[in-house]
């Protein structure tokens, strides 16, 4: 079995976050020894972008193989490994049951070690089956922006939920100079906004920061 030793991992159950996106609440370990797997493309194209199922036996070769540094003892993560083809790298996680469970990037230094370090290994061949496809991150919006995003989605979806219709007519006029009564075309115009990254979507942005903080008063505050 190959391993790869001292690298920094952030695994990560929802999101296959970039190095530089990391944060410190992340909460990054300093993996001492993990092994690796050279594959085909198209089977770590599979691997990384779907949730997969590997068999019992390559469940097996993986146990009790990767040690974590913590700072009073060398923790083990049960079910882990690298997987590396002849362009990039990344690391996965699996439950006891071989589904895939959490993922993690790698920094740009090491993961180019880790390409050039596998440059002498064989291919292994991974028995695998995809159960569903992830949903893509959209690569043209940095985790900040797209946590800003979530966040204006979630609270006009708490206003029409409260039925604070007065804030929503508020917000789309400062947004659009225009009044409008109809509450299920301004909230999905509003939703809209939150979605694009433009001048309206840092107009709502501010409207809804400077509501939460009391500095702009409507009827229903």
Known sequence: MNYIYDITLNLNKNNLYEFFEWKEEDEPEFVLKVPMYKIDLQSFLD????DIIINKKFLQQLEDKTEVY?????SIIRYACVFVCDESAFAIEFDSEGNSYMRSNLSIDEENEIIISSKTIKYSLIDYKIKNKIKQRNKFITRSE???EKYLIRKLENMKDNNEESKLKYIFFEIYNEKLSDIEKIYNKLINVAKNEDNKFYKLKELLFLMENKKIMTNNS
């Open 146 to 148: 797209e946590e800003t």
């Open 70 to 74: 913590t700072p009073n003892a060398i």
């Open 47 to 50: 691997i990384r972008n779907n």
